[in-house]
């Protein structure tokens, strides 16, 4: 129950309704902004901390010219443009530098499956190679799709041993060993390939968590795919792996063995799709210095402007140091916002308690001390406060997000907005305190005598 | 039970120093009636604000049961004026948020009185006023008399030694006005002190006791036994 004093503020708020609404309207945008911007700059900490953690900021990624520029560059000029063409055995350069602890490749891949009612609809243009092709048919149609009959449609169905999926493509990597390595990929359900598969003619994949969760479907466990062949345009894929999750991206993905076949179809399709090799290090710190022995080593076997060495841990941190700018310029304004709205809700706050003064007067003849007005003063700055946080928080929250999404921060935790709220309720806690200390300087008499 | 001793004071008003009071020294005994008169400006409610520790005086002292109070901290300033006095205003200062019982019930929160508790007593004291069909009224749907009732009422609520009156008929009509002074009487007669500014003669004489100002001196400052009580 409260007591009597605590009534007259609690009415008093009431009763001014209006002006009460407006405070707190006042201090939520307030509050709202400030702890937007506080969530904004915290979130991308955090999130910039994250990510750095990931193997791919530890790397030097080698690729040709042409896949630097493929944003830009029409399709049909590509081949044109390419001149080197980079190949496993040029990971032989991580021997120049003595900080790389993991080469690799690591190539995008896709494969096109096969589902019951798109059997030999195969995209325009586009023709498997079949055992039948000469290479130069295959060549020219290296992307080509294989035609598959009905007959061996329903065969395939009939057979358990392969799986048919309503997924029309699934993407993935071709990989070599090492990059299970440098990403700590050690634990799969079946098992990882090795340097030997790299040159076997068996097409076998491993399969990411989700891609695993997805074509298993509720038809089977995940682990009955191993052995099984999953059927795609590109021929059957046995599947001898599923990897614990690593990473959102890789866990809805598959990974085949590189096939670093300079000669035929391989080799062609390994010059269009530009093959990337990675270098991982411990320590980041290591990575000027391994880019620049690994540039030396490239110009060297390939001639200027034929190689691009990029950092990503240098473009990441460049993007981090933008956002960050931009994130504490938004909370610098927020709080200059928060604290302009902090200024004037002390000054009708003073207003509102000069307008009490000889009301404190008279409840210090009937018993409250100095530090009893404070502590009721205090109870309407906190009403102010608590109900200002809440709707502040309220409002930051879709404003949190928008920011966290324009600022591409993909995760983040709504506690920096809890915590911005509460920050700010205390200060406006602090703020509201501002106009009764007044009343720790005058005597009851001289309240009374202000009316 | 009050004695005060050579009280003086000062107020700075932009550097020039007025004297508001002069080596005043009385003394107010256990069921007292006391009247403190004077024209305006001789100093009596600042009197009358420095016997209720809601002013401090610049000089001499202060003695309450034979305690020296004069300079004591807020706190126990505080715990005083809720359990020894009680106030009663010219203009009643009643709070107009809060209902007639609930203006009683204050005081009694401030001396850490139960809600239950605090709400018996402050029915009974209005009933005492004859207020009990007024109990949840607002100030302002009460009359002058009503209100300065529920302050006498208020005044009473932590059983007060003393129970200063700052012209409390000043701001009512003579008929209600005399409804106030024989409540204030007849808490007398059981035994409250009452110390009471005011600018009547009449309720002067009615007091036992008067207390005259002039210019921030006292003029006349003994119970007089030639002013018959009422």
Redesign the interface.
């Known amino acids: 129950?409260y007591?009597?004093?605590v009534?007259?503020i609690l009415?008093?708020f009431r009763?001014r309704s209006l002006e009460s609404g407006l405070l707190i309207i006042a201090l939520a945008l307030g509050i709202g902004v400030f702890t937007a911007g506080l969530s904004l700059i915290m979130n991308t900490a955090a999130y910039s901390n994250e990510i750095m953690k990931s193997p791919v900021y530890k790397e030097i990624v080698v690729s040709t010219r042409g896949e630097a520029d493929e944003m830009e560059t029409p399709v049909s000029e590509k081949p044109a443009r390419e001149t080197a063409i980079l190949t496993q055995a040029d990971l032989d350069a991580a021997e120049l530098a003595p900080n790389v602890a993991w080469a690799y490749v690591q190539n995008h891949n896709r494969l096109h499956l096969i589902s019951p009612g798109l059997t030999d609809e195969a995209p325009p243009g586009m023709m498997m190679p079949t055992e039948d092709n000469t290479e130069e048919e295959q060549i020219t149609n290296f992307r080509g799709f294989q035609q598959i009959s009905d007959e061996d449609l329903a065969a395939a169905q009939r057979d358990s041993n392969i799986i048919l999926s309503e997924l029309d493509e699934i993407s993935g990597y071709s990989v070599t060993p090492q990059f299970f390595n440098s990403w700590e990929i050690d634990s799969a359900n079946g098992s990882l390939f090795s340097e030997a598969d790299l040159t076997g003619t068996d097409n076998i994949i491993i399969l990411g968590s989700d891609l695993a969760e997805l074509l298993a479907g509720d038809k089977m466990p995940e682990a009955d795919l191993l052995g099984k062949k999953l059927l795609s345009r590109e021929g059957y894929q046995t599947i001898i792996g599923i990897l614990d999750p690593v990473s959102d991206i890789f866990d809805k993905s598959f990974f085949s063995p590189y096939k670093d076949l300079t000669g035929g179809m391989s080799g062609f399709k390994n010059m269009f799709m530009n093959t990337q090799l990675r270098f991982a290090v411990d320590d980041s710190e290591q990575l000027y210095e391994t880019a620049s022995l690994l540039s030396s080593w490239f110009t060297n076997r390939f001639g200027e402007n034929q190689i691009v060495i990029s950092n990503p841990r240098a473009e990441a941190e460049q993007l981090i140091a933008r956002n960050t700018g931009i994130g504490v310029l938004i909370l610098f304004l927020s709080a200059a916002g928060f604290f302009i709205a902090l200024v004037n809700v002390s000054n009708i706050l003073m207003s509102r308690v000069l307008r009490m003064k000889?009301?404190v007067?008279?409840?210090?003849?009937?018993?409250?001390?100095?530090?009893?007005i404070m502590k009721l003063f205090l109870t309407e700055a906190l009403m102010l406060a608590i109900s200002g946080s809440i709707a502040g928080a309220v409002f930051a929250i879709p404003l949190s997000s928008y920011m966290r999404e324009a600022a591409g921060i993909t995760s983040g935790s709504w506690i920096y907005i809890a915590i911005g709220a509460v920050f700010a309720g205390v200060l406006t806690g602090l703020f509201g305190l501002i106009p009764s200390r007044q009343f720790m300087k005058i005597?009851?008499?001289?309240a009374?005598r202000s009316? | 039970m009050i004695k005060l001793e050579q009280i003086k004071k000062q107020y700075d008003l932009g550097g020039t120093k007025v004297t508001a009071l002069k080596d005043v020294s009385i003394e107010i005994n256990r069921g007292d009636y006391a009247a403190i008169m004077g024209p305006s400006g001789s100093g009596k409610s600042?009197l009358m604000?420095i016997l209720?520790i809601?002013?401090?005086a610049t000089g001499g002292r202060y003695f309450l049961e034979d305690y020296d109070i004069t300079a004591l901290p807020?706190?126990e300033?505080?715990?005083i004026?809720?359990?020894h006095f009680g106030?009663i205003?010219q203009?009643f200062?009643l709070?107009p948020?809060?209902s007639a019982v609930?203006?009683v019930?204050?005081?009694m929160?401030?001396?850490g009185v139960p809600?239950k508790a605090r709400k018996e007593k402050a029915v009974q004291l209005l009933h005492e006023v004859g207020l009990e069909h007024r109990m949840t009224h607002l100030p302002t749907m009460l009359s002058g008399g009503e209100q300065q009732r529920v302050a006498i009422a208020?005044s009473l609520s932590?059983d007060p030694d003393l129970i200063l009156a700052d012209e409390p008929t000043g701001n009512l009509p003579s008929d209600k006005g005399e409804e106030i002074m024989k409540i204030l009487e007849s808490l007398n007669r059981r035994g409250v002190t009452v110390v009471m500014v005011t600018h009547n003669p009449e309720q002067g004489r009615r007091a036992g006791y008067i207390i005259e100002l002039r210019d921030g001196a006292l003029i006349k400052g003994s119970p007089d036994p030639e002013v018959s009580r009422v």
């Open positions: 129950m007591n009597e004093a009534k007259i009415r008093r009763d000889k009301n007067g008279i409840l210090m003849a009937l018993g409250s001390s100095k530090r009893g005597d009851p008499a001289q009374m009316a | 600042t604000h209720g809601l002013d401090t807020d706190m300033q505080a715990r004026r809720n359990k106030f205003f203009s200062n709070f948020e809060l609930e203006n019930m204050l005081p929160s401030y001396a809600y208020r932590n």
